[in-house]
């Protein structure tokens, strides 16, 4: 198997306990542990989280290069400052507040090993009650073909971000991560798809995904109707999607941003999770 280094960007908005069972379910739980952890924190963390990064490299049982950012730049610039201090091509994500389970990179990395640049899976969302006892929510089950991947791709994410596995050459032959209002991961699938990219899925539900009480709601209102906008903007003026495919994406997934959040739940849980356009 390659040899593959583990990236997780941390930022001050994060809670130590999180970070600390995400990056042990993502290194010391695994089955395939990464070569190395490359952790991006991502401007000033604050004294807890601080503390608690320390403790992680201290107690790693692989090597941890902790890339420190004076000041908090975004997402898509702390991946970008990550990826540039991984030293294997083969990366691996993970969010610092989800969980990996033991078997995740012992499934996704031999697809890496044989031939495939972006690998995905399947994932849980969960959230804690007051006892701090995990309670499985929603399923999230990509498409996992090429075919199927490619299509998907033009209404909706065909990958759960917290979950990939990806070449960093092939990161870079679609042009990388570029900021764009939370969308950053879906405009960099696109583009690596349309650049040929061999993508698949695991069907597998290896990652479990944190969704605390603000998550629907942090999904709608007009800052992220804007983005909405400007990633559609962005697929119809490089090709990726057709103008019948903007006109139903606006229309969907932008009136997706403005509906209620009891509705927005709903809608995105029977609707968007369920549709494989074709």
Same mark, same amino acid.
């Given at each position: 198997?390659? !040899?593959?280094?583990?990236?997780? %960007?941390?930022?001050?908005?994060? *809670? ?5 069972? &995400? ?20 401007? %000033?963390?604050? %004294? ?5 990064? !320390? *403790? ?6 692989? %090597? ?12 898509? #610039? ?21 969980? =990996? ?19 995905? =899976?399947?994932?849980?969302?969960? =959230? ?39 070449? #960093? ?42 969704? =605390? ?5 942090? /999904? ?6 804007? &983005?909405?906008?400007?990633?559609? /903007?962005?697929? /119809? ?5 057709? *103008? ?19 509705? *927005? ?10 549709? /494989?356009?074709?």
């Amino acid at each position: 198997m390659p !040899a593959f280094s583990l990236l997780l %960007p941390v930022y001050h908005g994060d *809670r130590a306990a999180y970070l600390r069972h &995400s990056f042990h379910s993502s290194v010391t739980d695994q089955t395939l542990r990464p070569a190395e952890v490359v952790l991006v924190e991502d401007g %000033p963390v604050g %004294p807890e989280l601080t503390v608690e990064i !320390a *403790r992680l490299i201290e107690s790693s049982p692989v %090597p941890v290069v902790h890339v420190q950012i004076r000041e908090n730049t975004g997402l898509a #610039k702390a991946l970008t400052a990550g990826l540039a201090a991984c030293t294997h091509d083969v990366v691996a994500r993970m969010d610092a507040d989800d969980i =990996s389970l033991p078997e995740r990179f012992a499934i996704q990395i031999p697809l890496i090993a044989a031939g495939a640049e972006l690998v995905g =899976s399947g994932m849980w969302e969960f =959230s804690e009650d007051a006892a701090g006892t995990e309670l499985l929510g929603a399923q999230r089950n990509p498409p996992t073909t090429p075919a199927a991947i490619a299509s998907y791709a033009r209404f909706h994410d065909p990958f759960n971000h917290p979950t990939v596995v990806y070449t #960093k050459s092939a990161v870079a032959r679609a042009g990388g991560y570029a900021p764009l209002g939370l969308m950053e991961d879906y405009w960099l699938f696109a583009r690596m798809i349309a650049d040929g990219t061999l993508a698949q899925n695991s069907a597998e539900r290896l990652v479990k995904y944190r969704v =605390s009480s603000g998550a629907y709601k942090r /999904r709608g209102g007009l800052k992220l109707l804007a &983005s909405e906008l400007q990633l559609q /903007r962005a697929f /119809r003026r490089s090709g990726f999607t057709s *103008r019948s495919q903007f006109v139903r994406n606006v229309l969907i997934r932008g009136g997706y941003r403005l509906i209620p959040e009891a509705v *927005r739940r709903h809608f995105y849980r029977t609707i968007i999770l369920r549709t /494989r356009p074709r």
